[in-house]
């Protein structure tokens, strides 16, 4: 199982950024995907999921609105992305497949003015 992030940066409050994650080694197509994130100093916390079919999304009450989960499962990705970003969404975020309990390397999403 090999899931890569990308699409990290640092943006000012208020931009918009989109996240992916690569996967492969596994049937991606058949597999409910997460987004998590974490903070300096802060436990890692859900973000968002997608289930295999994209028939069912859920995502955490602090990026409800702003935050938008799918998937591409003839290119085996899932995306994330993220409007109206806040200093508080500052963290490394991850992509997270439960059926096998692995996790990519993460990317860093930065915002600040």
């Known amino acids: 199982v090999q899931l890569v992030e990308s699409g990290g940066g640092l943006v000012q409050p208020g931009e918009s950024l989109t996240l992916s994650c690569a996967a492969s080694?596994?049937?991606?197509?058949?597999?409910?995907m997460n987004w998590y994130r974490q903070a300096a100093g802060k436990e890692r916390e859900l973000v968002a999921g997608i289930s295999s079919t994209s028939s069912a999304r859920n995502y955490a009450d602090s990026v409800k609105g702003r935050f938008t989960v799918w998937r591409d499962n003839v290119k085996n990705t899932v995306y994330l992305r993220m409007n109206t970003l806040k200093p508080d969404d500052t963290a490394v975020y991850y992509c997270?497949?439960?059926?096998?309990?692995?996790w990519g390397q993460g990317t860093q999403v930065t915002v600040s003015s």
């Open positions: 997270y497949v439960p059926r096998f309990g692995s």
């Open positions: 080694g596994f049937t991606f197509s058949s597999s409910f």
